[in-house]
T-cell receptor
Framework: GAGVSQSPSNKVTEKGKDVELRCDPI?????LYWYRQSLGQGLEFLIY????????KSGLPSDRFSAERTGGSVSTLTIQRTQQEDSAVYLC????????????FGPGTRLLVL | KQEVTQIPAALSVPEGENLVLNCSFT??????LQWFRQDPGKGLTSLLL???SQREQTSGRLNASLDKSSGRSTLYIAASQPGDSATYLC??????????WGAGTKLIIKP
């Protein structure tokens, strides 16, 4: 596809369950970013990848959050033992190479933890 | 700690008017500033990116300015149209290569 895609588009889960969110960046983009937007709040940086490595994991809110990227393409954000405060829209973005370049965003995954 | 503020939080104007959205940031040590548009269910679209060495960028009816020393940026929309209705977000790329976001301005253009 031409843009960044994310799946699922919506996810409802029970507190305590694990969830996996997927991001397919634009083909050829080496940088990939995860953000989250909680209801009524601004966007919050979580993590970014340059290729398969994550130079900056400082935005991950707790050790229940992890992310990986394989083959320099698809990335998965995993949330273990979900809590209600994890409910948010999780956005993925990619950019061609350098962090300073324009980031292109996917439509997001809306996560609701009951 | 970098903080980004957008004013106003919401704005409603009649179609055809020119308007200005404001963004301010507390730390001038930035690499760039970006303006995004957020439509419900469609994710974010990048509108304009201004590098720290630049003063402004233009795209169609949009013009964004950057005054890094004073920590301010404006997004000017000329001849507004109902299709411009969206939430507009400002973000700065800080010295740690993190995008720090404002809370957005919700814009409604009335036909």
């Amino acid at each position: 596809g031409a843009g960044v895609s994310q799946s699922p588009s919506n996810k409802v889960t029970e507190k305590g369950k694990d969830v996996e969110l997927r991001c397919d960046p634009i083909s050829g983009h080496t940088a990939l970013y995860w953000y989250r937007q909680s209801l009524g709040q601004g966007l919050e940086f979580l993590i970014y990848f340059q290729g398969n490595s994550a130079p900056d994991k400082s935005g991950l809110p707790s050790d229940r959050f992890s992310a990986e990227r394989t083959g320099g393409s698809v990335s998965t954000l995993t949330i273990q033992r979900t809590q209600q405060e994890d409910s948010a829209v999780y956005l993925c973005a990619s950019s061609p190479g350098q962090v300073q370049e324009t980031q292109y965003f996917g439509p997001g995954t809306r996560l609701l933890v009951l | 700690k970098q903080e980004v503020t957008q004013i106003p939080a919401a704005l409603s104007v009649p179609e055809g008017e020119n308007l200005v959205l404001n963004c301010s940031f507390t730390d001038s040590a930035i690499y760039n500033l970006q303006w995004f548009r957020q439509d419900p269910g469609k994710g974010l679209t990048s509108l304009l990116l201004i590098q720290s060495s630049q003063r402004e960028q233009t795209s169609g009816r949009l013009n964004a300015s950057l005054d890094k020393s004073s920590g301010r940026s404006t997004l000017y929309i000329a001849a507004s149209q109902p299709g411009d209705s969206a939430t507009y977000l400002c973000a700065v790329l800080d010295s740690n290569y993190q995008l720090i976001w404002g809370a957005g301005t919700k814009l409604i253009i009335k036909p």
